[in-house]
């Protein structure tokens, strides 16, 4: 049964660098993808990217050029890197379990989600 | 980039049958799940690959996929489904959710 774990600042102001981190605890970390996905406040569900135990990722074309994602299979951790924030990223940013199996993907676990509030 | 949509609300009576529906374009092409998310909670998936039920949901959720329109059913509604639903699609290189359905069990 896996579990998912997250951590992280949840105050930033503008232009700093949002950083989350995610542990898994139990199942294989090896067999999944691990994900990023967020919510801005009474809003819907936004995926970020993916990335797999061997560092292969796929990003969100419209947040790609400020998103990095890294794993650390020694502790079965991942991580997230939002740089140059703005009010517009104020969101529930939750970490994900992912399958993939061919042409389909979904999510399932998911962390407690982590609020992280832009602002000056 | 692609879209999903959903209505933003739908209503039911308890006992009855809930429908919900996720539209895009060719979406019978692609899988689709769906994700239960009560308030203040983190979304749950209830149906993946178009209409397989992960351990532990309900039989009464079920799902199906074709043309241009996935749909998630609850049969015989509980006041306990009320809750956001949300579809997810995807494809080799980008994930889509659609913007949500708030079920409200009358």
Redesign the interface.
Known sequence: QVQLQQWGAGLLKPSETLSLTCAVYGGSFTNYYW?WIRQPPGK????IG?INHIGST?Y???LKSRVTISVDTSTNHFSLKLSSVTAADTAVY?CANT?K?G???????????TLVTVSS | SYDLTQPPSVSVSPGQTASITCSGDNLGNKYVSWYQQKPGQSPVLVIYQDSQRPSGIPERFSGSNSGNAATLTISGTQAMDEADYYCQASDSSTVVFGGGTKLTVL
Not at chain 1, 44 to 47: H, K, R
Not at chain 1, 103 to 113: I, K, L, S, V
């Open positions: 994900s819907g569900l936004e995926w993916d796929t969100n074309p419209s939750y399958a199996v042409p389909t993907t979904w999510f399932d676990p998911w962390g407690q989600g």
